[in-house]
């Protein structure tokens, strides 16, 4: 049961003036950004403030990361994050894999032993009309497929299926300019607030131009209860990779952390979910999209 009607419990004219005071812009759209970023600091995690002071111009110039600053209405930076593409994918098949779940269907088929070799009993099962014969033709074309002596690129890895992706890298505030938010009229912490404003209206225009329908991130979670897991979660409404069973390209330096995810669709209806209840007093009564 909801604690009010929608009009009550939507982000007021009054929050959204506040909201508008805040900027969002590329790091490499002005050189005094480089200058800006020396006052940047997070004692929870300096390695990311060492990425922002040390990498991430170079990575925004030459278009292998962007890097966003929000800012206040004095210029200075609030929050910064940045976002990269990324391909998740799901494995293909393994040969001897697709080999014993073909055998164990024509056991079903046909029957254990009615058949010389996987080649005969395919041809026997086809003639049989049974529903397992397409899910057999179906993984018979791969097993093929994988075990053709072809002249494939040895770089070249294959999967059943890949989603394009976006990949939030960094996500940080800073801790010299955080106890200007307003947290008495906002009531929600300013990095999730700027996640569903910010971070996702960037999505949303680079999604204009490209298709992608994941975004995903890796946790760097150090605490032994997965707090910062669970607010990515709670907060961000992210999936771990176990419950969409997909897989995740893990750079070295992300091996120790979680990836987590969501569709890009779930997200757009999302946004609109906490903004419409923004002022909502259990946040968990909403329905949230997955």
Not at 174 to 187: A, H
Not at 230 to 256: G, I, L
Request: hydrophobic share 40%.
């Amino acid at each position: 049961m909801m604690t009010g009607t929608l009009l009550d419990v939507k982000i007021t004219e009054e929050q959204l003036q506040y909201l508008d005071t805040f900027t969002c812009e590329r790091l490499s759209n002005d050189n005094t950004n480089d200058i800006l970023t020396a006052d940047f600091s997070c004692k929870r995690n300096p390695n990311l403030v060492t990425h922002l002071q040390n990498n991430a111009w170079q990575r925004d110039v030459e278009g292998s990361e962007a890097t966003y600053l929000i800012k206040n209405q004095h210029g200075e930076i609030m929050f910064y994050f940045s976002l990269k593409t990324g391909g998740l994918f799901s494995h293909a098949y393994s040969a001897k894999s697709l080999h014993d779940s073909i055998t164990q269907l024509l056991d079903e088929v046909l029957g254990a032993g009615c058949y010389n070799d996987i080649e005969d009993g395919i041809g026997k099962a086809l003639q049989v009309a049974d529903v397992a014969k397409n899910s057999l033709y179906i993984k018979y074309r791969q097993y093929l497929d994988l075990t053709a002596d072809t002249d494939r690129c040895t770089h070249t890895v294959q999967v059943m299926q890949t989603f394009p992706s976006v990949e939030l890298s960094f996500f940080c505030k800073n801790d010299r300019t955080k106890e200007q938010w307003d947290f008495e009229l906002m009531q929600s912490p300013m990095g999730v607030v700027f996640f569903w404003k910010f971070v996702v209206d960037v999505i949303v225009q680079a999604r204009s131009l490209i298709g992608f329908q994941y975004l995903f991130l890796f946790a760097a979670d150090g605490s032994n209860d997965s707090s910062l897991i669970a607010y990515y979660q709670e907060a961000f409404k992210m999936q771990t990779f176990d419950v969409v069973q997909m897989d995740v390209k893990q750079p070295e330096y992300d091996f120790q952390c979680t990836p987590l995810c969501c569709t890009i669709d779930s997200l757009l209806k999302n946004r609109d979910a906490f903004f419409g209840h923004f002022n909502e007093d259990n946040q968990a009564e909403i329905d949230y999209a997955v």
